[in-house]
């Protein structure tokens, strides 16, 4: 089944502590992204990826990192969460750019206490 | 002004009735454009893509008006099953974020018995 796959699902954390959030899919898309909702936001773009080894920050990056040494792995990386990134995630890949539409992962739900 | 703006809602509708989103984008040089529908707590999920020639898939349709840059999408015999946030997404080609996804905020549509 195509799919984009995140782990892990909740989270809760402590400021400072270095976590990872897995996003992996199995479509063979060229471009991945991460995402972050927050209620009356919407929808605010991370980092984004148009390839393996090609990564660029959207509109929020600032406190996290990404990598992308294979094509079907996107994580997410924040090296000293702080209680504003208490957040729902969403890590999405597509096959042209976008331009068919983005797959979603199902979210990881992170609390930073 | 915001990069994709829709009407917040809540849409209250009895089952049966035509409910309509729209939405407007801000910058000219955007180049897809789709409709996601997000349940609560899950990820989005493309509803419809959106061209300029409109299109239907069912009980739904969606129009791209280019000139007044507008989006729209009509739900007609709305179901239980319809009630959701309706997403209407822009991708645009320009600046450093080349396929980036904007989200509008949402339309919540409620369909009651």
């Known amino acids: 089944e195509a799919q984009v796959t995140q782990n892990p699902r909740y989270l809760i954390t402590v400021t400072g502590k270095k976590l990872t959030v897995t996003c992996s899919q199995n479509?063979?898309?060229?471009?991945m992204s991460w995402y972050r909702q927050d209620p009356g936001l919407g929808l605010r773009q991370i980092y984004y990826?148009?390839?393996?080894?090609?990564?660029d920050k959207g509109d929020v990056p600032e406190g996290y990192k990404v990598s992308r040494k294979e094509k079907r792995n996107f994580p997410l990386i924040l090296e000293s969460p702080s209680p504003n990134q208490t957040s729902l995630y969403f890590c999405?890949?597509?096959?042209?750019?976008?331009?068919?539409?983005?797959?979603f992962g199902s979210g990881t739900r992170l609390t930073v206490v | 002004r915001k990069e994709v703006e829709q009407d917040p809602g809540p849409f209250n509708v009895p089952e049966g009735a035509t409910v309509a989103f729209n939405c407007t984008y801000s910058?000219?040089?955007?180049?897809?454009f789709f409709w996601y529908r997000q349940d609560c707590r899950k990820e989005p999920k493309l509803l419809m893509s959106?061209?300029?020639s409109g299109n239907e898939d069912g009980r739904f349709t969606a129009q791209l008006n280019r000139a007044s840059q507008y989006i729209s999408l009509l739900i007609r015999d709305s179901k239980l099953s319809d009630s959701a946030t309706y997403l209407c997404?822009?991708?645009?080609?320009?600046?450093?974020?080349?396929?980036?996804?904007?989200f509008g905020k949402g339309t919540k549509l409620s369909v009651k018995p």
């Open positions: 999405a890949s597509s096959e042209s750019r976008g331009i068919e539409g983005y797959t």
């Open positions: 479509m063979n898309h060229e471009y």
């Open positions: 990826s148009m390839n393996v080894e090609v990564t």
């Open positions: 910058n000219s040089a955007s180049q897809s």
């Open positions: 959106v061209y300029s």
């Open positions: 997404v822009v991708i645009g080609n320009y600046g450093g974020s080349q396929g980036n996804l904007i």
